[in-house]
């Protein structure tokens, strides 16, 4: 059997809707003043309070550098606010503020409607399949 050409690859396929999901999502979230990595920031710390610069990295897929940057801005912008770790001095734990909240609101709802948009042409079992299948494909790849 050949094999297929490049662009029937799911992996290319994914890349591609990673890309334009990654355009829609920055241009909608623009409006509100916010990155995609900033975005990550704010709704990973709403579920998860205390994070630090490394757990933030690891989930916004940056450098801890670039963490740091991210995360003075958004300290700045006084959405995020940093504590000393009480175990660990050197370690500081970041949390949403009232703003913060306030923003990540607006933001759920622009990337909604970005997601929405995307899926539109799939019926709700069409969205559960995709949903399904990707979620295999993401447990199949970390074993």
Known sequence: MAAPNSTG????????????????LTGELREHGVTIPQYAV???????????????ARRAFVTPQTMNQVLRDLEQRRWVSRRPHPGHGRILQAELT??????????????????DRMLAALSPAQREQLATALRICIESLAE
Not at 42 to 56: H, M, V
Not at 98 to 115: I, P, S, Y
């Open 9 to 24: 690859r799911p992996g290319y396929l994914l890349k591609r809707a990673q890309g334009a999901l990654n355009t829609a």
């Open 42 to 56: 704010l709704t990973a710390l709403d579920e998860e309070p205390g994070l630090s610069n490394a757990d933030l």
């Open 98 to 115: 009232a703003d913060g909240r306030e923003t990540l609101e607006a933001c759920h709802g622009a990337a909604d409607a970005v997601e």
